[in-house]
């Protein structure tokens, strides 16, 4: 993984001094590329591109700047079969020459990417939208960067976060493309669906361990399962768990108990509340959002990823099952889900809003240490089977066991209280909630809702510790920033 920005002039203007401009972008976004910095002057002073790179193992040695023509800035990883010996860049760029904007559709990828033609530029993401990237023009100049608070110097107000699916071109617009289709087996019954789904998780592990010598283990079934197949292909997996010291959750106590069932070295950290309480602040930076649900889950995220990065480079994480398998039990047993058919559409969108909730806090709090996270339920093939699986199999009898079938594919990888276990919210789980609520008190009283009940664009506070964060949030990024804090609320 890396950061990329560029400043580049359109419709044939120039624009000076980009190169200096660009290296200060990057600056903000270090944290995603320790290793090394790429900065390119275009011709005819069009502007300046630049990348951070990561370069972690022998085995992962991203190339995130292609000087060629065209120019090509690629964060990502490929999937797809390359030639041996073949940056996944070149890759890309390849594909890009044989094909044009329709190779997006062909890509099994996760990554954002910016192509600059002479007459052209075009910015792209992934249908997942696994990595982030923002973008925005004034005065007839393009400015675009994998984090918005490298834009706050240039765009003030009209900031965008490319969607997920879509590319940006300075002569089309934004614009959707297909996804890329993957191949995938028919459904079968049942016990055919429980052993397929077995199988896709099991490749799309296997296909992201290049490097990988670590699992976030929450103590949840989701990353259970991970670290269940990682483990046979690294038998010297190392497991990485956080709880809050004060007050720690059921998440620790199953935590352990995977580690122990599975034989790997399991490692620790205990949350203080001076952590949370120091933290909060520098957490809004890195997330760019006062959202109190991606909050507390970029605080578990970044002591996650600090504790990694004593031992490894890279890790896998458990997100995406929830959204594909019939996980958020509060939201899909509601009361006011009435079919199998509004669960569907729940389900779908819990996926298409996972971008700007949960894979934010993950992506920020990963890459706030330098730490790639692989999510191996977000794989292609995995999320195209999921959405075959009828609803019933997913929440399933008159209990209505979530992601039912996901716990019939691995029981018999997992101790029976995993297997059986529920769903919990990282932070409810590891006891982060209550410490916040404490912390937060001490700044901005609960009463104080009712006389701000609204952020200034308009969007209402969850909670009185929404007010506290959005006054942090303002200290850092201009008014109309607000506008990319986004609920995560699927009745919307």
């Known amino acids: 993984m890396s950061a990329i920005a560029g400043i580049i002039a359109i419709n044939g203007n120039s624009v000076g001094g980009s190169a200096h401009e660009i290296a200060e972008m990057l600056g903000l976004m270090q944290h995603r590329g320790p290793d090394n910095t790429s900065i390119r002057t275009l011709p005819d002073g069009r502007g300046a591109i630049g990348a951070n790179e990561l370069n972690l193992t022998s085995e992962r040695t991203p190339c995130a700047l292609l000087s060629r023509s065209p120019f090509v800035l690629y964060d990502g990883e490929m999937y797809n079969q390359t030639a041996k010996g073949q940056l996944d860049i070149e890759y890309f760029a390849e594909m890009y020459k044989k094909h044009g904007k329709g190779c997006f559709t062909l890509l099994e990828a996760d990554y954002v990417c910016a192509i600059i033609e002479d007459d052209e530029v075009i910015l792209a993401r ?176 970044y002591y996650a990823s600090r504790l990694a990065k004593e031992y490894t480079d890279a890790v896998l994480v458990g997100e995406g099952a929830d959204e594909l398998f019939g996980g958020y039990r509060m939201v899909l047993k509601s009361p006011n889900v009435k079919s199998d058919e509004h669960r569907v559409q729940l389900a779908q969108k819990l996926l298409d809003i996972s971008y700007n909730t949960a894979l934010r806090r993950l992506d920020r709090g990963w890459m706030a240490n330098g730490v790639i996270y692989e999510t191996p339920f977000l794989d292609a093939k995995v999320v195209a089977y999921s959405q075959i699986i009828p609803m019933e199999w997913k929440i399933y009898g008159e209990k209505q066991v979530e992601k039912f079938i996901l716990r019939e594919a691995f029981r018999d990888m997992l101790p029976e209280q995993i297997a059986n276990r529920e769903k919990l919210r990282f932070a409810m789980g590891t006891g982060m909630d209550d410490v916040m609520d404490a912390v937060c008190s001490n700044v901005v009283k609960p009463d104080e809702l009712k006389a701000r009940p609204n952020a200034a664009y308009g969007l209402p506070f969850a909670t009185f510790k929404e007010i506290y964060y959005y006054d942090e949030f303002l200290r850092l990024f ?15």
């Open 126 to 301: 992934d249908q997942v939208g696994s990595r982030p990237l923002f973008y925005g023009t004034e005065d007839g100049v393009l400015y675009f960067a994998t984090e918005m608070k490298s834009l706050i110097e240039y765009i003030r107000f009209d900031i965008a976060e490319l969607p997920p699916g879509h590319t940006y071109s300075t002569k089309d617009g934004l614009k959707p493309f297909k996804p890329y289709v993957a191949d995938i087996p028919a459904l079968g019954d049942m016990k055919q669906a429980a052993q397929t789904v077995r199988k896709l998780v099991i490749e799309a592990v296997e296909k992201r361990m290049k490097g990988v010598n670590g699992v976030a283990l929450s103590g949840g079934l989701d990353s259970s399962i991970i670290a269940a197949i990682a483990k046979q292909f690294n038998p010297d997996l190392q497991l990485f768990t956080v709880t809050v010291d004060s007050a720690p959750g059921p998440d620790l106590k199953n935590a352990e108990l995977m580690a122990k069932y599975l034989g790997l070295d399991h490692h620790i950290y205990r949350i203080t509340d001076d952590d949370i309480a120091s933290f909060i602040p520098e957490s809004i930076w890195y997330l760019e959002s006062f959202d109190e649900d991606c909050i507390s889950g970029i605080l578990s995220n």
């Open 478 to 492: 201009p008014p109309a920033y607000e506008k990319q804090t986004i609920r995560w609320d699927p009745f919307k």
